[in-house]
């Protein structure tokens, strides 16, 4: 195993450091490789996992601060205008589905406490929720063209 993450990784030592934390994640939850049907490749498929989970993270920590404030900075001035634009989009849409689509996205309701609320059935809300999404969607397709 230690040889597999070595070759995706291409480092010795964060190789041998996933393949220690795996064992000792396996050990702490009392997994026994006698006991896995076919051990080989479950480690083989768990150091996999492990190392894109690596390799993502080193990814994202390899950006410099200098282009992150740079990109920072532009991404929450485009966030910001796109945002407006969403709430501008929801705001024009007809009564009855704009509450729904608040009430999903903006309040985390789902559709059977949304139709208790509205008073309609939730196949109602879930029609109006897709409306509505669709309606939302094709408007900021246009907006982003």
Same mark, same amino acid.
């Given at each position: 195993?230690?040889?597999?993450?070595?070759?995706?990784?291409?480092?010795?030592?964060?190789?041998?450091?996933? #393949?220690?934390?795996?064992? /000792?994640?396996? /050990?702490?939850?009392?997994?026994?490789?006698?006991?896995?049907?076919?051990?080989?490749?479950?480690?083989?498929?768990?150091?996999?996992?492990?190392?894109?989970?690596?390799?993502?993270?080193?990814?994202?920590?390899?950006?410099? +601060?200098?282009?992150?404030?740079?990109?920072?900075?532009?991404? $929450? #001035?485009?966030?910001?205008?796109?945002?407006? /634009?969403?709430?501008?989009?929801?705001?024009?849409?007809?009564? $009855?589905?704009?509450? +729904? =689509?608040?009430?999903?996205?903006?309040?985390? =309701?789902?559709?059977?406490?949304?139709? $208790?609320?509205?008073?309609?059935?939730?196949?109602?809300?879930?029609?109006?929720l897709q409306t509505s999404?669709?309606? +939302?969607?094709?408007?900021?397709?246009?907006?982003?063209?």
């Amino acid at each position: 195993m230690l040889r597999y993450a070595q070759q995706l990784l291409r480092d010795s030592h964060r190789a041998e450091d996933l #393949v220690h934390d795996l064992f /000792l994640h396996l /050990l702490e939850k009392g997994i026994s490789p006698a006991f896995i049907h076919n051990a080989e490749a479950y480690l083989k498929r768990a150091v996999y996992l492990r190392c894109i989970r690596t390799l993502t993270a080193k990814k994202t920590t390899a950006l410099t +601060v200098d282009t992150l404030s740079t990109h920072e900075t532009e991404n $929450r #001035v485009y966030f910001r205008e796109l945002k407006s /634009l969403h709430l501008k989009t929801v705001q024009s849409l007809p009564e $009855r589905q704009k509450n +729904v =689509y608040i009430l999903h996205y903006f309040a985390g =309701y789902n559709k059977t406490e949304m139709a $208790r609320i509205l008073h309609a059935s939730p196949k109602t809300i879930k029609k109006q929720l897709q409306t509505s999404k669709q309606k +939302v969607r094709i408007s900021m397709m246009q907006l982003r063209a």
